[in-house]
T-cell receptor, first 116, second 111 residues
């Protein structure tokens, strides 16, 4: 099956710093990637959708200047949390969707961000 | 958006079939029903999806009612490792085929 990886799996950073999370599709080309955020005991919330080579589309209420998304290749998307604050502490999960008729969306293992 | 309604939680016995219901009464004709599950602190795992016909794969079976307003995910022989939150999602083409997660059903498989 299709594999999506994320790096790092967990990260601790100080308030005010920026953190970059990578998402890779390992065995397929992902024309579209999605970034979700999940707070404890809550469901996944879609943050943004990115298509390779295009600007990301952010969901309502998500600050595009704070959560920078780059999808420069068909196998890599990055999410940068800029000027992180403790309230940004969360589980960030990326997802990738391939080309063709199949629209199955495969998810990465997630990155747990803790901002101190 | 077509929304789904699922029970908040359910228990099932190890080795028995687990039947997980989902209501999606506002689903449109070309919208698929997807099922994912999320084991604690992991990313969601794809299980199965369907449009009109019942579907089966190595993980589960999906039964969709004739009017498509509800479906049931069947785990034929539940194991302790099937303990997870199960999400029933309607993929909305008009919304760019995004998968929007609801609350899901927290399934606890007991020995």
């Amino acid at each position: 099956g299709a594999v999506v990886s994320q790096h790092p799996s967990w990260v601790i950073c100080k308030s005010g710093t920026s953190v970059k999370i990578e998402c890779r599709s390992l065995d397929f080309q992902a024309t579209t990637m999605f970034w979700y955020r999940q707070f404890p005991k809550q469901s996944l919330m879609l943050m943004a959708t990115s298509n390779e080579g295009s600007k990301a589309t952010y969901e309502q209420g998500v600050e595009k200047d704070k959560f920078l998304i780059n999808h420069a290749s068909l196998t890599l998307s990055t999410l940068t949390v800029t000027s992180a604050h403790p309230e940004d502490s969360s589980f960030y999960i990326c997802s990738a969707r391939g080309t063709g008729e199949s629209y199955e969306q495969y998810f990465g293992p997630g990155t747990r961000l803790t901002v101190t | 958006d077509a929304k789904t309604t699922q029970p908040t939680s359910m228990d099932c016995a190890e080795g028995r079939a687990a039947n997980l219901p989902c209501n999606h009464s506002t689903i449109s004709g070309n919208e698929y029903v997807y099922w994912y599950r999320q084991i604690h602190s992991q990313g969601p795992q794809y299980i199965i999806h369907g449009l009109k016909n019942n579907e089966t794969n190595e993980m589960a079976s999906l039964i969709i009612t004739e009017d498509r307003k509800s479906s049931t995910l069947i785990l034929p022989h539940a194991t302790l490792r099937d303990t997870a939150v199960y999400y029933c999602i309607v993929r909305v083409k008009a919304a760019g085929n995004k998968l929007t997660f609801g609350g899901g059903t927290r399934v606890l498989v007991k020995p």
